[in-house]
């Protein structure tokens, strides 16, 4: 454990001055070869966890501390202890006495293990009314910044702390099934007779009670089924693709929503990423699932003279880059490293592909706009805004049960997305 305590604390510090946790974690997987799995896997839970309740811990600590710390390190390890005793399910005793051996191996000065040993049997002693003082406010009540929270109560009155409870939450395993190869429920048998929990949520999607490595899963190999979040595969339902269509799918890495059209109909499929290295990745998930798309291009969906082949297409998803504020669970650094301020540039970039990609689609064509955002100014503002300087665009309605005004609010299920279709006339 104290290997795993010190790895996590690091990792943390990492992500809290600016670094995304996803690629700290490969690093960190690359760096540390000698780690078995396990010790990765409690490493990765540990640093997801310290980051999902942050907002508490770091409340609960400025409280237990009665200085600053000169070294952060041992700030971040502190972090890691408090979090393990107030949710993790081991034996109190042995996370003080590891996290004491840990911060001996950081050489921090004299003091720091007792310090740290002290820290840590203090908020055992005084848990109940440290809990009780830190839960007055708001950004430890909910581990979210304060603008987030804000931000959420004036344009979600009534949902807000459904959101905000529903991020911290540990994210569900969810599967699409190729419908191509193998109808839904015969999928389900094949996962409950190995041994695998499952419930059939809406459009064909399958959450497993407990995540397994997607090895684990019958067929993946053979691109029987493909993990995916319910809400995500909401898209190619709402785009409304037929056999024989020229599709353009935006924005398109890693390819979930690519295949999930391949699997869909027959069609000539353009898939675009501004990314090479993320296209070699939606390459693979293609062969996995063994559909080809008609053409793989690396160009930028804001700039269509860069790529486009002059032939208008009748389909257009456009997946736009936005501050993935709807899928907190699963990204838990989100939450700490983005800026109110970063909302209106990820705006501006939007309306700008929006307003790139309308002309090369056909008269009479759709296009789907999508986010995994639940901020107005990326979603439903950003579609005002569009429509007031497009004559030619009408917003149609979706009929999908969960949604409010194209909105899909996150919860236990699925992530948040907004969707609005767009034809044009």
Known sequence: MIKTQLEAALIVGKVLTGASLTAVLQTAKHNNLTLSSQQRGAIQDLSYGVLRFYGQLDALLDQLLKKSLKDMRLRYLLLVGLYQLQYSKSPPHAVVNHAVSAARLLKSGKGTQGLVNAVLRNFLRRREVLQNEVMKNDVARYSHPQWWIDKLRRQYPRNYQAILNANNQRPSMTLRVNQQKIDVDEYQRLLEESGLGTQLIWNGAIRLTKPVNVQGLPGFTA???????????????????????????????????????????????????????????????????????????????????????????????????????????????????????????????????????????????????????????????????????????????????????????????????????????
């Open 223 to 425: 691109g029987l089924v493909t993990v995916q979040d319910a809400g995500a595969q909401l898209a190619a339902r709402l785009l409304d693709v037929h056999d024989g269509m020229r599709v353009l799918d935006a924005c398109a890495a890693p390819g979930g929503k690519s295949t999930h059209l391949l699997e869909t109909a027959n069609m000539a499929l353009t898939v675009l990423d501004n990314d090479s290295e993320r296209l070699v990745r939606l390459t693979q998930n293609l062969d996995r699932i063994k559909v080809k798309a008609m053409q793989l291009v690396c160009g930028d969906a804001a700039q269509p003279a860069q790529w486009w082949d002059g032939k208008l297409f009748d389909r257009i998803l456009a997946d736009v880059p936005c501050s993935a504020s709807g899928v907190v669970c699963r990204h838990p650094d989100i939450k700490w490293l983005r800026r109110e301020s970063d909302l209106l540039q990820f705006s501006k970039n939007q309306l700008k592909i929006l307003n790139a990609l309308w002309p090369i689609l056909n008269k009479g064509g759709k296009l789907l706009y999508a986010t995994c955002s639940v901020f107005a100014e990326e979603n439903g503002l950003q579609i005002e805004a569009f429509l007031s300087q497009h004559s030619d665009a009408r917003q149609l309605t979706l009929t999908q049960a969960e949604m409010i005004e194209g909105q899909l609010l996150p919860d236990s299920q699925h992530n948040g997305f907004f969707y609005a279709l767009l034809q044009k006339s």
